[in-house]
């Protein structure tokens, strides 16, 4: 074995907010474990660690964001985002102390074939085969980037061949959409994200459409309102750049 991807965390934010030292276990304490079994082990080549674009926190909601660069200022607002710049910082000392060939990467929201049914959009998609009522936290105008899982298996891809040691590289889209709820590049609200499931759903089992009704309950206190990244550095060194729009993705 001679390169290592690194996905292994919880990053279920509920259960981040509700048991953080069990987070602080499972993201920070493990990963520090597993990187002394790679420096043991002595023949990694590179090392991809897997973080979050919630490590930089809130974006601005104008359409006028340009999305967080990899040497933006980390401002976590929950405890799953800080778990993940706890891991990064532990990554940085192994690079600096022990020479381990790691790389960063920094990711949008995933969204694709047999993902966890407990996340947004498959859950999404189970309901809307039902036509019951989305669940949805607050306002609902939180805003979203998705990535499909094609497109982020090549940047991993582009990243293990030609990324720098060292570095840090966002993996996000930024592919507008002809749904008009995308209003935001390639931001769409949960809210808005929930219509385009109903649509897309109703479309595809050949029946009436059929607008998305919902259930609101209170917000949760870490909800950042909206989480966007620059890709120009893996676009420019890595040559990268996702493909698949969202309403593409299947």
């Known amino acids: 074995i001679d390169t290592v991807i690194h996905f292994a965390a919880d990053c279920t ?22 990187l002394e079994v790679v420096k043991d ?12 674009d919630e490590v930089y926190g809130d974006s601005g909601l104008g359409p006028d964001e340009a999305g967080k660069k990899e040497n933006s200022r980390l401002l976590p607002g929950n405890p799953y985002a800080a778990t ?12 600096a102390e022990y020479k ?5 990467v920094r990711m949008n929201n995933i ?5 966890w049914d ?3 959009v498959p ?3 189970e309901i809307a085969k039902e036509r019951g009522e989305f669940t949805i936290q607050g306002s609902g105008n939180q805003l979203r ?38 209003l935001f590049n390639s931001s769409t609200s949960v809210k808005d994200l929930a219509c385009v499931i109903q649509a897309e759903v109703d479309r595809q089992l050949g029946r009436e459409p059929s607008p998305a009704r919902f259930i609101s309950i209170p917000d949760r206190p870490y909800n950042d309102q909206r989480y966007l990244i620059d890709i120009t550095k893996a676009e420019t060194e890595l040559g990268w750049t996702p493909k698949i729009s969202f309403e593409d993705g299947k």
């Open 13 to 34: 934010s509920t259960r981040c907010y509700n048991e953080t030292k069990e987070a602080i276990d499972n993201n920070v304490i493990a990963f520090i474990e597993f």
């Open 41 to 52: 082990y002595g023949k990694i080549k590179r090392f991809i660690h897997i973080s979050t």
């Open 84 to 95: 993940k710049i706890a891991g990064e910082a532990y990554a940085r000392f192994f690079i």
């Open 100 to 104: 381990l060939p790691i790389i960063i």
């Open 111 to 115: 969204y694709g074939p047999n993902q």
């Open 118 to 120: 407990v996340k947004v």
């Open 123 to 125: 859950r999404f998609i």
């Open 145 to 182: 980037s998705w990535l499909y899982v094609d497109d982020a298996s090549i940047g991993l891809q582009k990243v293990t061949e030609v990324g720098r040691i060292g570095e840090i590289y966002n993996l996000g889209t930024h592919l507008l959409s002809s749904f008009p709820f995308f």
